[in-house]
């Protein structure tokens, strides 16, 4: 993390919990636009509007309202994640594991959800719509070296 993030976490005792309109990804918290189309090909089938209103509800209202701290579950470190996370090389690395992550928020009276990143493939897709959790917990591929796992709120 940024080192001002790593300040203020030492301050407050708070982790900083961004909305997904924040994280600088343009998809972040967003149907991949394939996985769109074909909901939208069911819709035309069945003659509901489920898909549309799904894909509104969650990319103009929750991808505003949901905050997200993110975690690398790599086994190494890794070069790529210094750079893009640690800007002008005054990052701070925390390591953790799962039990002492989950422990950190026993104090809260928020519900915080843990879970590991999907990686998506337009060329495999796979998608589940019955939960609007798992639009978050979904990246593009090409960010499969994250290993992310994510505590959302």
């Given at each position: 993390m940024d080192f001002w993030k790593f300040l203020d976490l030492i301050k407050t005792s708070k982790l900083y919990f961004p909305n997904f309109e924040m994280l600088g990804d343009q998809y972040e918290g967003k149907?991949?636009?394939k996985i769109y189309k074909m909901m939208l090909d069911e819709e035309r089938k069945t003659g509901s509007e489920y898909a549309t209103t799904l894909k509104n509800h969650i990319e103009?209202?929750?991808?505003?309202?949901?905050?997200?701290?993110s975690w690398s579950a790599c086994k190494?470190?890794?070069f790529a994640l210094w750079k893009m996370y640690a800007k002008e090389k005054l990052g701070i690395g925390i390591k953790s594991n799962y039990e002492r992550l989950k422990k950190a928020?026993?104090?809260?009276t928020d519900d915080i959800y843990i879970g590991e990143v999907r990686y998506y493939d337009d060329n495999k897709p796979k998608y589940c719509i019955g939960n609007s959790f798992y639009t978050f917990l979904t990246k593009n591929n090409y960010y499969e070296f994250e290993s992310e796992v994510r505590c959302i709120t």
């Amino acid at each position: 993390m940024d080192f001002w993030k790593f300040l203020d976490l030492i301050k407050t005792s708070k982790l900083y919990f961004p909305n997904f309109e924040m994280l600088g990804d343009q998809y972040e918290g967003k149907i991949p636009e394939k996985i769109y189309k074909m909901m939208l090909d069911e819709e035309r089938k069945t003659g509901s509007e489920y898909a549309t209103t799904l894909k509104n509800h969650i990319e103009t209202k929750l991808r505003i309202r949901t905050l997200v701290s993110s975690w690398s579950a790599c086994k190494t470190e890794s070069f790529a994640l210094w750079k893009m996370y640690a800007k002008e090389k005054l990052g701070i690395g925390i390591k953790s594991n799962y039990e002492r992550l989950k422990k950190a928020f026993d104090d809260t009276t928020d519900d915080i959800y843990i879970g590991e990143v999907r990686y998506y493939d337009d060329n495999k897709p796979k998608y589940c719509i019955g939960n609007s959790f798992y639009t978050f917990l979904t990246k593009n591929n090409y960010y499969e070296f994250e290993s992310e796992v994510r505590c959302i709120t």
